[in-house]
């Protein structure tokens, strides 16, 4: 598990990228996040899992359609990675992103963990 963080305007989002080999181990990672950030205002994420068939899930815990788990699921694809999950776990600051904002701080978010993944891929 990798993990990287960013403030946008007060808010605070933390990513964390995981291999996983089913949904069910997903699901099971989020819910751990969810418990272990009871305080988070949303826990947003996507999948891809690539075996036989393509799996592609995303979620947007609340936030304003298409603004969180739609995008970290464009970075997950970009990047080309397969079996991973991406949650970006958000703390929100006070002063409202709009849809545009949140898009490019889960964008970015996503991109920051997941450039840590595939230096980690890299060096290995």
Same mark, same amino acid.
């Given at each position: 598990m990798?993990?990287?963080?960013? @403030?946008? #305007?007060?808010?605070?989002f933390?990513?964390?990228i $995981?291999n996983i080999?089913d949904e !069910?181990?997903?699901? *099971?990672?989020?819910?751990?996040?969810?418990? @272990?950030? #009871?305080k988070?205002?949303?826990?947003?994420?996507? $999948?891809?899992?690539?075996?036989k !068939?393509e799996?592609? *899930?995303f979620?947007?815990?609340?936030?304003p359609s298409?603004?969180a788990?739609?995008p970290i699921?464009?970075?997950?694809e970009?990047?080309?990675?397969?079996?991973?999950?991406?949650?970006?776990v958000r703390y929100?600051?006070?002063?409202?992103?709009g849809?545009?904002g949140?898009?490019?701080?889960?964008t970015?978010?996503?991109s920051l963990?997941?450039?840590?993944?595939?230096?980690?891929s890299?060096?290995n």
């Amino acid at each position: 598990m990798k993990q990287a963080e960013l @403030e946008v #305007k007060k808010s605070k989002f933390l990513s964390f990228i $995981y291999n996983i080999d089913d949904e !069910s181990q997903a699901i *099971k990672i989020v819910d751990n996040i969810k418990k @272990e950030h #009871k305080k988070a205002t949303h826990v947003c994420y996507a $999948y891809r899992l690539v075996d036989k !068939s393509e799996v592609v *899930k995303f979620n947007d815990d609340n936030e304003p359609s298409g603004s969180a788990g739609r995008p970290i699921l464009a970075v997950i694809e970009k990047s080309g990675l397969k079996n991973v999950l991406i949650v970006v776990v958000r703390y929100f600051g006070g002063i409202k992103l709009g849809v545009g904002g949140l898009f490019r701080a889960y964008t970015k978010c996503a991109s920051l963990v997941c450039e840590l993944k595939k230096n980690e891929s890299l060096s290995n």
